[in-house]
């Protein structure tokens, strides 16, 4: 089974701390995603890797970025944390295209609360 | 550009009967679409998966969806509930080849009464 899995489940920093949300997956996926899930917008994709040390945003990278500088780990970061970065933190892998690379596996997430 | 409406953010259904949770989607390709499920404190599990085979895929837990082109949807249904089915459930499109991201609905919440 593919495992994927985040640092912390539940994270609380203060307003202006750098925070980091680790996450590593452990089948050799070359896709790795973080998405932000809010009540009632569903997940939103902030930042996804298609290979080590390439990124690309998604539709909600202000205030974030990520680092990926090997397969299995993909790190979001935000610089300056603010309260409206109060969210639920998904990370999930897939598989490369051709290789049923829509499925994506999931983490259990992170619940960060910045006060 | 591709998008995903879920009719109904909270659907609530007595244990025993059929569920139904409806989904529409918008999409300038052919879609992968997908249903997946979360429960509390839980992470995202797959329930079914659509890829141009058969429009009528079946899932776990009972769990199917039907692809209908012409009306633009993809609605999950179960023929009866389980207490254990209540979660929130996702519908998702896939279809920009450009990009390898899923877009995701915003989310049914389903509760089933005993």
């Known amino acids: 089974d593919v495992k994927v899995t985040q640092s912390s489940r539940y994270l609380v920093k203060r307003t202006g701390e750098k925070v980091f949300l680790e996450c590593v997956q452990d089948m050799d996926h070359e896709n790795m995603f973080w998405y932000r899930q809010d009540p009632g917008l569903g997940l939103r994709l902030i930042y996804f890797?298609?290979?080590?040390?390439?990124?690309e945003k998604g539709d909600i990278p202000e205030g974030y970025s990520v680092s990926r500088e090997k397969k299995e780990r993909f790190s979001l970061i935000l610089e300056s944390a603010s309260t409206n970065q109060t969210s639920m933190y998904l990370c999930?892998?897939?598989?490369?295209?051709?290789?049923?690379?829509?499925?994506?596996?999931f983490g259990p997430g992170t619940r960060l609360t910045v006060t | 550009a591709q998008s995903v409406t879920q009719l109904d953010s909270h659907v609530s259904v007595s244990e025993g009967t059929p569920v139904l949770l409806r989904c529409n989607y918008s999409?300038?390709?052919?879609?992968?679409l997908f249903w997946y499920v979360q429960h509390p404190n839980k992470g995202l599990q797959l329930l079914l998966k659509?890829?141009?085979?058969?429009?009528l895929v079946k899932g776990i837990n009972g769990f199917e969806a039907e692809f209908k082109k012409s009306e633009t949807s993809f609605h999950l249904t179960k023929p009866s509930a389980h207490m254990s089915d209540a979660a929130e459930y996702f519908c998702v499109v896939s279809a920009d080849t450009g990009r390898r991201a899923l877009t995701f609905g915003s989310g049914t919440r389903l509760q089933v009464q005993p």
């Open positions: 999930a892998s897939s598989s490369p295209e051709g290789q049923g690379f829509d499925e994506q596996y």
């Open positions: 890797s298609y290979d080590v040390k390439m990124k």
């Open positions: 659509y890829t141009s085979a058969a429009t």
């Open positions: 999409s300038s390709y052919s879609p992968s």
